[in-house]
């Protein structure tokens, strides 16, 4: 077991050396216990960069799922220790209610054909009531409103995408012809849309990786998806299909190992967010505030905002796994707190330094009222969390290991602290973590 060194002044710039963040001291435990704002420096975008040795990167699943490594965060003590993902039960409690996200990864990249034969790369990013999709071409010149391509797969010769408006930023509205649902079309023509930083195939390892920075952050790599990622790019638990990334924290889960869960006395309930673009955008504005996220479709059941309620009422853990079950778990909150009755909001940041310990434990009455009037709601949210934020629904977070100047990131520090975060990936680092997507977790406390 570590106990971080986070001195106010020492932030792991991207030029810092990890032995400087890893020297004792109880600096961190007394940061995280005080409520004067005064002393917690301004977060600023270069606070979420670090350098990653670009072999951390993971390129592969592990052989199984739940082989992966698991580095725990103890926010109150600013402790950390090396575990596996197979140790989870062991630091859950009878009584908790870990939180999944069930939302289902489609095969959305696809090819396509110009009639004069060029050829079109795409990705499906959403559809609409009437059958419409969005999409995100690239390729071919310069494509017109009212032209149609062809879609490339063995059993799609005859559909068609007539494309109705140029959204701009590469994004098209079109028509499937003849019209069926985004998944079975699909499932017959696409591939899974593994991340840009993913790199198989025509790269040269000596030039910087892409991390998702160009405007087609989806297209721009040399993934060369299999048969493999379609299924390891997917949770065991998914069910509804609409994102065109995975919820990466859950793809570490067996159903063994949710037994294993539910066993030691944990319920288990699911939320749907269908991870869109946004994941993939690093922030690039001058300041972290002006950052627009996307807009995502979610939907929490009258089931799962019962167990919330429930697990809070009696004096479990409500654990997020992944950092869209946060955000939508603190969506929900905002939509039905008394100071904040909206469901897509971008809200503004609390005064408190440092998260709470435990949300369903605060005994602030704007917490507990929206603990007890918490309902299903289906919406979408553009929630933007950074820090200092004031989580409302989460006690405790497992997640995967993240990009530099990512939303994803900006969201572990607004939960476990800059300096508590810093220190850990420094340490994940110097043990040489696997990062990103396919790569280990971490489970913040």
């Known amino acids: 077991m570590v106990v971080a060194d986070v001195t106010p002044h020492i932030l792991c710039r991207a030029q810092a050396k990890l032995d400087d963040l890893l020297n004792p001291s109880d600096t961190l435990i007394q940061r995280m216990s005080t409520n004067d704002p005064t002393t917690v420096p301004p977060f600023e975008l270069r606070d979420l960069d670090y350098d990653l040795p670009p072999e951390l990167i993971a390129q592969h699943p592990p052989d199984r799922r739940e082989e992966a490594r698991l580095l725990v965060l103890n926010r109150s003590t600013g402790e950390f220790q090396d575990a596996r993902i197979t140790d989870l039960p062991q630091f859950l409690r009878a009584g908790d209610l870990a939180v999944f996200n069930d939302t289902k990864v489609l095969p959305a ?28 071409l690239k390729g071919s010149g310069r494509l017109k409103p009212g032209e149609s391509i062809l879609l490339n797969g063995p059993s799609a010769q005859s559909v068609k995408l007539h494309l109705i408006q140029n959204q701009g930023e590469g994004v098209w509205l079109v028509a499937p012809n003849p019209m069926n649902s985004p998944e079975s079309i699909l499932n017959q023509v696409g591939q899974t849309p593994l991340p840009p930083y993913i ?21 721009d790599n040399h993934s060369n998806p299999n048969s493999t990622d379609r299924y390891r790019y997917q949770t065991v638990y998914a069910k509804k299909s609409g994102a065109v ?41 001058a300041t972290i505030p002006e950052h627009k996220m996307h807009a995502e479709r979610f939907e929490v059941s009258e089931d799962s905002a019962t167990a919330v309620r429930t697990t809070c009422q009696t004096g479990g853990r409500i654990i997020a796994i992944g950092t869209t079950t946060v955000r939508t778990l603190e969506t929900l909150a905002l939509h039905f707190s008394p100071s904040e009755p909206r ?6 940041p609390q ?22 009037v918490i309902r299903s709601l289906s919406d979408s949210t553009d929630i933007f969390i950074y820090p200092p934020f004031s989580f409302q629904l989460t006690d405790a977070l497992l997640t995967n290991f993240h990009l530099p100047k990512s939303t994803l990131l900006a969201l572990v520090m607004a939960f476990a602290g800059t300096d508590l975060t810093r220190a850990a990936y420094a340490h994940a680092i110097q043990s040489r973590y696997r990062f990103f997507s396919y790569g280990d977790a971490m489970l913040i406390l």
């Open 245 to 285: 990334a995975a919820p990466t924290a859950g793809l570490h889960f067996t159903s063994e190992l949710l037994q294993r869960i539910r066993d030691h006395g944990v319920t288990t309930a699911f939320v749907t967010l269908h991870v869109g673009l946004g994941t993939f955008k690093p922030i690039s504005t």
């Open 343 to 348: 469901a897509s909001a971008r809200p503004t």
């Open 351 to 372: 005064t408190s330094p440092e998260p709470q310990s435990s949300a369903c434990a605060t005994p602030f009455i704007v917490v507990h009222n929206v603990r007890q």
């Open 199 to 219: 790199l198989r195939k025509n790269f040269d390892q000596s030039e910087p990786r892409p991390l998702g920075s160009g405007q087609y952050p989806l297209l």
């Open 109 to 136: 990249k696809f090819t396509a054909r110009r009639p004069t034969g060029g050829k079109v790369e795409g990705l499906f990013i959403d559809s609409d009531s009437e059958g419409q999709w969005r999409v995100m």
